[in-house]
Nanobody, 126 residues
Framework: EVQLVESGGGLVQDGGSLRLSCEAS????????MGWFRQAPGKEGEAVSC????????YYGESVKGRFTISRNNARKTVYLQMNSLTPEDTAVYYC???????????????????WGNGTLVTVSS
């Protein structure tokens, strides 16, 4: 059974930092591009960042470039999102997503097989 379990969300003040983790199981992690997506109340879902499996290429959404860093530990089957300089506009539920592809299309246009976690809430107070 495929599982993606996010952790690390919480309440943080404007300008603060958080590190999200997503632990995967049930599939060959190295073969998957992994990503973080977010959904804020009243807004469309947004691709935050993605990282390929074997060569670690990355994609960042414009709104998080220079502030967020995605990384992965294939031995631990875990993907991380380090979030710095958080603002209230970053408040959202953050979801981990994975797909059996070797490209960054997961963060662009992708309609193939994918898996999602249940999400973790990040709240940034002003």
């Amino acid at each position: 059974e495929v599982q993606l379990v996010e952790s690390g969300g919480g309440l943080v003040q404007d300008g603060g930092s958080l590190r999200l983790s997503c632990e995967a199981s049930g599939f060959t992690f190295d073969d998957y591009t992994m990503g973080w997506f977010r959904q804020a109340p009243g807004k469309e879902g947004e691709a935050v960042s993605c990282i390929t499996g074997n060569d670690g290429r990355t994609y960042y959404g414009e709104s998080v470039k220079g502030r967020f860093t995605i990384s992965r530990n294939n031995a631990r089957k875990t993907v991380y999102l380090q979030m710095n300089s958080l603002t209230p506009e970053d408040t959202a539920v953050y979801y981990c997503r994975g797909a059996p592809i070797g490209t960054l299309d997961l963060c662009r246009i992708y309609y193939g097989v994918d898996y999602w976690g249940n999400g973790t809430l990040v709240t940034v107070s002003s």
